[in-house]
C-alpha cells in the first residue's frame, strides 16, 4: 500500500450518494405535457401514472405515493390508530422514531442484531407492556429484518407491525417482495435512493380497507367538497416529483446492476483486511445494493472509524455514520428509560464502527480502487 501522503485527494468532492438522473430530453418532453396540462398536484395525471407504474414494480396489492417517506410513515402509524408504546430500533434516520413522536407515542428502543444491525426479535418480548400497540422496524441498508419471527411475536400479543423500508426498494426475500411483510411499509424516495423522485415516498399495505382512510389522511382528510372527516395532512406527490419518478423508475434495474459491481469490487479489494467486517449476502434475499457499509474495529484495524472517516474526508471522499449517534442519544429521546445506554449495547457498538462509502452507480473502478487505498493506508 502507498503511504497515506502519497495518494492525492480527488479533485471532486466524491460523496457517499449522487442520484440517478434521467435524460434531460426525455424529462422536458414529460414537462411539456404537465404545462399543457396546467395540473400540478392533488393526484393528476402522473401521480396517478406512477402509482400504477410502482404497484407494479414493487408487487404489492396496495400503494399510495406521497410527498417524502417521513409523511408517509407518519401516516401510516396513524391509520392504524396506534397509541401508547412502540418498539423500534435506536439504529437508523431520526424520521423512524419522530414518526411516533408525532403521533404522541413514546418509542420503546430494542437492542440488534450483530449481524443484520436490525432489530433484535429476541429482545422485543422482554419489552412488551400493557401499553405496547405495535413493532416498527426498519430494513437497515435493505437488509430485511427477520420478518417471520417478529410476526409471530406480533401475532401472540396482538401488535400491528410495521417496516420503514426507506432503504429497502427493490429487495424481496425470495420471490416475496419486501412491502408485503407486516401491516405496512414504507419506502423513500429521497434522492440519495436506489429509486427517486426528487422527494417522495410510498406506503404498501395488504388490507384493502385502509386505503381509502391512508389516501383521505394524505389529503387533509378531504371526503369532498362538504366534508373532511379526520385530521389529515398534507402528504401528496406533487406532478414533476410524479414525473421524474417514471423516468428513474425504467433506470433502477441498470442503476442495481451497477451498484452491485461496484459493491462486488468493494469487497474484494477490502476482503481479509483484519479489523475491517463487510456485510455478507443472505441466500434467499435479492438485496439492491443501495449503500456499501463497511465496519471498523478500532482494535484490529489500529485507527478507529472516526479517523477513517476524517482521512477519507483530506481526500475529498464524504463518506458518512450512517447511523451515527444512536436516536436513543438524541437530547429529546435520552430520558426514556429504554435509551439507557446499558440497554443497547449492540447498537453502541456498530453504531460507533459502521461506515457508509460512496455508492452509486456513476461511480468508477479507479475511484473504488483508490478509496480502497486510502482506508489501507489510513493506519499510517
Ligand atoms: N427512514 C430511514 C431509515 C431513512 O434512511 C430515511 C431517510 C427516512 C426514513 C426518511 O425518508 P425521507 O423523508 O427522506 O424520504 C440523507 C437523506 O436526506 C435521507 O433521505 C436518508 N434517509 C438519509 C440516510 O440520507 P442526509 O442528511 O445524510 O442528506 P445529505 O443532504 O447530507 O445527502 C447525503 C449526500 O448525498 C450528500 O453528501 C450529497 C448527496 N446528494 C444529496 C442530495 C440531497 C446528492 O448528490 N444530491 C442530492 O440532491 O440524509
Not at 429504554?338 to 461506515?355: C, F, I, R, Y
Request: net charge negative; with cysteine; hydrophobic share 35%.
Amino acid at each position: 500500500m502507498p503511504p497515506i501522503r502519497d495518494i492525492p485527494a480527488f479533485a471532486e468532492p466524491v460523496y457517499v450518494s449522487k442520484p440517478v438522473m434521467p435524460n434531460l430530453e426525455d424529462y422536458v418532453g414529460g414537462l411539456t405535457r404537465v404545462w399543457e396540462s396546467r395540473w400540478l398536484s392533488n393526484s393528476g395525471n402522473e401521480h396517478k401514472k406512477l402509482e400504477e407504474q410502482l404497484l407494479a414494480y414493487l408487487q404489492t396489492p396496495h400503494l399510495s405515493i406521497f410527498n417524502n417517506g417521513t409523511t408517509a410513515l407518519t401516516v401510516a402509524i396513524h391509520s392504524l390508530r396506534l397509541q401508547g408504546e412502540v418498539i423500534t430500533t435506536p439504529f437508523s434516520f431520526p424520521a423512524t422514531t419522530h414518526a411516533l413522536a408525532w403521533n404522541g407515542i413514546d418509542p420503546v428502543f430494542c437492542d440488534i442484531d450483530d449481524s443484520s444491525m436490525n432489530i433484535d426479535p429476541g429482545r422485543i418480548e422482554e419489552l412488551i407492556t400493557s401499553r405496547t400497540t405495535a413493532i416498527l422496524g426498519v430494513h437497515v441498508y435493505g437488509v430485511p429484518c427477520e420478518v417471520e419471527k417478529i410476526q409471530a411475536i406480533a401475532d401472540r400479543h396482538g401488535l400491528r407491525v410495521i417496516y420503514d423500508a426507506a432503504h429497502a426498494f427493490g429487495v424481496g426475500i425470495g420471490e416475496t417482495s419486501i412491502g408485503n411483510y407486516g401491516d405496512i411499509s414504507m419506502f423513500s424516495f429521497h434522492p440519495t435512493k436506489l429509486f427517486h423522485s426528487a422527494e417522495g415516498g410510498a406506503l404498501t399495505y395488504r388490507d384493502e380497507n385502509l386505503r381509502d382512510r391512508i389516501n383521505l389522511l394524505r389529503n387533509f382528510g378531504i371526503k369532498n367538497e362538504h366534508e373532511v372527516i379526520m385530521p389529515g395532512i398534507n402528504g401528496k406527490m406533487n406532478e414533476l416529483s410524479a414525473l421524474m419518478g417514471q423516468h428513474v423508475l425504467v433506470l433502477v434495474d441498470q442503476e442495481k446492476a451497477k451498484r452491485k459491481k461496484i459493491r462486488e469490487q468493494y469487497q474484494s479489494e477490502l476482503k481479509g483486511v483484519e479489523g475491517l467486517r463487510l456485510q455478507q449476502r443472505c441466500s434467499d434475499v435479492q438485496t439492491n445494493d443501495q449503500y456499501m457499509v463497511v465496519r471498523i474495529d478500532s482494535d484490529e484495524f489500529g485507527v478507529s472509524r472516526d479517523k477513517v472517516y476524517d482521512v477519507l474526508r483530506e481526500h475529498n471522499v464524504y463518506s458518512r455514520k450512517y447511523f451515527y449517534p444512536l436516536i436513543s442519544d438524541y437530547p429529546c429521546y435520552r430520558q426514556l428509560a429504554t435509551a439507557d445506554p446499558g440497554n443497547l449495547p449492540m447498537a453502541a457498538k456498530v453504531s460507533s464502527q459502521v461506515l457508509c462509502l460512496p455508492c452509486y452507480g456513476d461511480l468508477q473502478c479507479e475511484d473504488v480502487s483508490k478509496i480502497c487505498a486510502i482506508i489501507k493506508s489510513s493506519r499510517d
